[in-house]
């Protein structure tokens, strides 16, 4: 931790003073040094809620004292300020916490894109959520169910299990049981699952592929390494595997994500789940624990 001057707001820009920081996966990468494009010094963190302290010339969208959720910033959100873009805000219902605000950009955005996006999910299918109870498998069944899916999920322990039930999914099963693939196709009367969303592809591609439906398509979010398939089981149903990551998103689907996530924000059907609060100074042990097996809920820094 080190002090450092806070930047001047320019024109379109605003200062946010940071009440909670959200923890990602890609925060880790970025910080072992995955994305060789990161310039140094560098202060890590995409996700956050606060108050807004400052704007600069040109800001209409925000005024001074609102409450905000931060989707990307110009100084990183690891700190007790970010300086951001007007269009990097968007207003926090005060039905939420900072720290569910600080849950919203990276694990909704994704969980959106993969299912609506990429998966083109649309209402009265089938959604199979493999690993639901981390933040965007939360996010998923959440917006997966108030989409009309008939969600299925999957979690390894059964606090986790639980959390996907409560949050909505139909059918939660146990996916470290050997035969638990095999309740899938029973659960859609042998139609098969319509959209998967995959969380650890490296481990699981393989298995996905045979519960798809005709024309399924599976989003892979998340993968720590490679897999071996079998096309044909592909060519069979004249399924996809897609792939995706936010940041690919283009401007106008980011505006379409926000834009569809702010209602169900408002009234309550989009509700982050907070599993820890851990302090600033403590950063390291937030980058170990988001990345260990049996996730539950949102794992959020407070300065």
Do not use: W
């Not at 910033?73 to 605000?101: I, K, M, R, S």
Request: hydrophobic fraction near 40%.
């Amino acid at each position: 931790m080190e002090e450092l001057p806070l930047r001047e707001v320019g024109h379109g820009e605003v200062r946010v003073c940071i009440r909670a920081i959200g923890v990602n996966p890609v925060d880790t990468y970025i910080r072992s040094g995955s994305n060789p494009q990161q310039t140094l010094p560098y202060t890590p963190g995409i996700d956050a809620a606060g108050v807004v302290e400052a704007i600069g010339t040109g800001v209409n969208r925000v005024k001074v004292g609102d409450r905000v959720y931060i989707g990307g910033t110009l100084t990183g959100t690891y700190a007790e300020y970010a300086l951001c873009q007007a269009a990097q805000v968007f207003p926090l219902p005060g039905c939420l916490t900072f720290a569910q605000g600080a849950a919203i950009n990276v694990p909704y955005g994704t969980a959106y894109r993969a299912l609506y996006q990429r998966g083109q999910a649309v209402p009265g299918e089938i959604a199979f959520i493999h690993g639901a109870t981390g933040g965007v498998g939360v996010a998923a069944v959440q917006l997966g169910r108030s989409g009309g899916l008939t969600v299925i999920a999957t979690g390894g322990t059964e606090r986790g299990r639980e959390l996907a039930a409560q949050q909505g999914a139909h059918h939660v099963l146990n996916h470290h049981e050997p035969d638990y693939l095999s309740k899938v196709m029973p659960l859609t009367e042998g139609h098969g699952v319509d959209v998967i969303v995959e969380m650890l592809a490296n481990l699981n591609l393989a298995k996905d592929i045979p519960l798809l439906a005709q024309r399924g398509r599976l989003v892979v979010v998340g993968s720590r390494g490679n897999i071996e398939i079998n096309p044909r089981e592909l060519m069979k149903r004249d399924a996809d595997i897609r792939a995706m990551i936010l940041f690919n998103a283009s401007p106008r689907e980011m505006v379409g994500i926000h834009a569809a996530l702010a209602p169900g924000l408002a009234n309550g059907t989009l509700r982050p789940v907070i599993g820890k609060e851990i302090p600033l100074a403590e950063a390291d042990r937030a980058h170990r624990a988001v990345l260990e097996a049996g996730a539950y809920g949102k794992i959020v820094l407070v300065p």
